[in-house]
């Protein structure tokens, strides 16, 4: 396998779909090549035997040109033949499995129990895929995300996906980011002294971002790195364009603010992008010693993710100029 | 789960393709819910992680009315999209797994993971196939076949499948047969008195009954039946209608004539079914001891396997007065 950290310039840390959307338009803005994106993998589960990757595969679909941009997970096109022959026979259908979804899963999990690592699979996957820029999972052991509830914890996608979000959320633990290795190749890169900017996506903090942060190397190396961190916000004006972020940031005592993302990533960000409409958060987000950006970030088209990476990369530019002459 | 032992009154054992055709047949002539069909389980495998029993599937797709009778396994009207996304990820392409039927593997392992038997599912599914005959696994162990080659061991579905049956053959095992504990339901049919008849299908002596036979329980509960056993020959004309059964034959010595299936199944077998092409051989096949009847055995259409499958039950029931008169 080519190590590609010595040619990445930047690196996103992504989720599913607003860090994919994010992701794809700086595939558009510089050398793809020169993109590595690394996964969260706390939304990784077994379901059917399989071991299924949501964000990886999302982040693959997406920069391939196959997602579904619609429903915001899976593939365009996709047919649901199993599914329906699944339902038939009385099987678990609360998880959806596209036809052609499914040969993602059988690969890998073959791959996974015949040795290969999670990192050299999705190495593999995404050259078939045509894919230039390196997708990489945060860690190749598993670091499941628990959800804390006031009846108990529950995985991941038990919440997510079979409960719909519905249960009331006190809280995330990530199971094992402790003792778990992260992906040498992340350490790697943000020590590299190339790197130029590293980009926190715009996904939700608590559960596409926090995963990726709970490795102790990895916060550490963020805080260290040379090249600026820079965040941009998954909060327009007081809310979430998509999923349960704003009803988790509400059910965790934190407003639901750009703000309070700002706040979050405050330990080691250098810059903040806010959207256009949140305007009046410039100020508050400054005197944390945060710089701030003020960019379209309701990335509804290609036009709007192209410029918001355009954005995010002169943003960081400067942010570069202004760290060297401190 | 109901057991259906005691209204059972007519016990097949079957094969994939050529048996699956008879049982068809016997559905046509009897009432359904009274015929047992057993299945071979030599051909079952683990194939990405996918708990597969091939002769089942051919059996349950056939009685449902579902199979493809073209390709002589799988789903009529079937899909391949997860197949066609496989082969592009680099999969291993060499069994194929329908979109439909995938839905069966899946389902099958899942709940075998969770401590179900393989008859309990096998029960289900032909529940939900709307299948009213029972179709019982020989044994909830697994027993592989095992294809003896100068070359060494192969398991069955890598001769059978993955090499195309060009390996020559110089024998069979069936793995742990000697400790597999058989169905009991088997066993209790073999010994119920209203059991009418046992008929062994025209599948491949070697590669499909053999595997059943392998259980020295069953065996021996066949040469104890009361009632008559008869077996309907998979060779017409010194050839076999479908698969490498010929070429085994030849392979093992044996001369490619119904007769040598006949003696192959000497110790247990009351009554043999020939196919009229093979009137010559009747004056052999009487001086083992055994009855013979003569019929079409080429079941090329539902018309043909109804009427052998009457002819089955008629020779039976002769079978079975000449037994009492003895």
Same mark, same amino acid.
């Given at each position: 396998? !080519?190590?590609?950290?010595?040619?990445?310039?930047? $690196?996103?840390l992504?989720?599913?779909?607003?860090? *994919?959307?994010?992701?794809?338009?700086? #595939?558009h803005? =510089?050398r793809?090549?020169k993109l590595?994106i690394?996964?969260? /993998?706390?939304?990784?589960?077994?379901?059917y035997?399989?071991? /299924?990757s949501p964000?990886?595969? #999302? +982040?693959?679909? #997406?920069?391939?040109? !196959?997602?579904d941009s619609?429903k915001?997970?899976? $593939?365009?096109?996709?047919?649901?033949?199993? =599914?329906?022959?699944?339902?038939?026979?009385?099987?678990?259908t609360?998880?959806? +499995?596209?036809?052609?979804d499914?040969?993602?899963?059988?690969?890998?999990?073959?791959?996974?129990?015949?040795?290969?690592s $999670?990192?050299a699979?999705?190495?593999?996957?995404?050259?078939r895929?045509?894919?230039?820029?390196?997708?990489? @999972?945060?860690?190749?052991d598993?670091?499941?995300?628990?959800v !804390?509830?006031p009846?108990?914890?529950?995985a991941?996608?038990?919440?997510?996906?079979?409960?719909?979000? %519905?249960? #009331?959320?006190?809280g995330?633990?990530?199971?094992?980011?402790?003792?778990?290795? &992260?992906?040498?190749?992340l350490?790697?890169?943000?020590?590299?002294?190339l790197l130029?900017?590293?980009?926190?996506?715009?996904?939700?903090?608590?559960l596409?971002?926090?995963?990726i942060?709970a490795? @102790?190397?990895?916060?550490?190396?963020?805080?260290?790195?040379h090249a @600026?961190?820079?965040?941009?916000? &998954?909060i327009?004006?007081g809310?979430?364009v %998509?999923? &349960?972020?704003?009803? /988790?940031?509400?059910?965790?005592?934190? @407003?639901v603010?750009?703000?309070?993302?700002?706040?979050?990533?405050?330990?080691?960000?250098?810059?903040?992008?806010?959207?256009?409409?949140?305007?009046?958060l410039v100020?508050?987000?400054?005197?944390?010693?945060?710089?701030?950006?003020? *960019?379209?970030t309701?990335?509804?088209? $290609?036009n709007?993710?192209?410029?918001?990476a355009?954005?995010?990369?002169?943003?960081?530019?400067?942010? *570069?100029?202004?760290?060297l002459?401190?």
């Amino acid at each position: 396998m !080519k190590s590609s950290t010595k040619s990445s310039s930047i $690196l996103a840390l992504s989720g599913g779909i607003g860090g *994919a959307k994010l992701a794809l338009g700086l #595939t558009h803005v =510089m050398r793809s090549e020169k993109l590595m994106i690394v996964g969260n /993998i706390g939304d990784d589960f077994e379901h059917y035997g399989l071991q /299924i990757s949501p964000d990886l595969d #999302t +982040l693959m679909y #997406t920069l391939s040109g !196959k997602a579904d941009s619609e429903k915001g997970w899976g $593939l365009a096109d996709e047919s649901w033949v199993f =599914m329906q022959a699944l339902e038939k026979l009385g099987g678990d259908t609360w998880f959806q +499995l596209g036809d052609t979804d499914l040969a993602t899963h059988l690969e890998r999990t073959r791959r996974l129990r015949e040795g290969e690592s $999670l990192s050299a699979i999705t190495v593999d996957f995404c050259r078939r895929f045509g894919i230039e820029s390196s997708i990489i @999972p945060v860690s190749n052991d598993p670091v499941p995300t628990i959800v !804390k509830t006031p009846e108990g914890d529950l995985a991941f996608q038990d919440y997510f996906v079979r409960e719909g979000c %519905k249960p #009331t959320v006190t809280g995330f633990r990530f199971q094992g980011a402790d003792e778990a290795e &992260p992906n040498p190749e992340l350490l790697e890169t943000l020590r590299n002294p190339l790197l130029q900017a590293v980009v926190i996506c715009p996904s939700n903090p608590f559960l596409s971002i926090d995963p990726i942060l709970a490795f @102790p190397a990895v916060r550490e190396a963020l805080r260290n790195c040379h090249a @600026p961190v820079i965040a941009v916000s &998954p909060i327009i004006d007081g809310d979430a364009v %998509k999923g &349960p972020t704003a009803k /988790i940031f509400d059910q965790l005592g934190y @407003p639901v603010c750009a703000t309070a993302v700002a706040n979050h990533y405050r330990d080691f960000i250098d810059g903040f992008i806010l959207d256009i409409q949140d305007s009046a958060l410039v100020s508050q987000i400054n005197k944390m010693g945060i710089s701030v950006e003020l *960019a379209n970030t309701l990335m509804t088209d $290609l036009n709007v993710k192209t410029e918001l990476a355009r954005s995010v990369l002169d943003f960081s530019e400067r942010c *570069a100029k202004r760290n060297l002459s401190l």
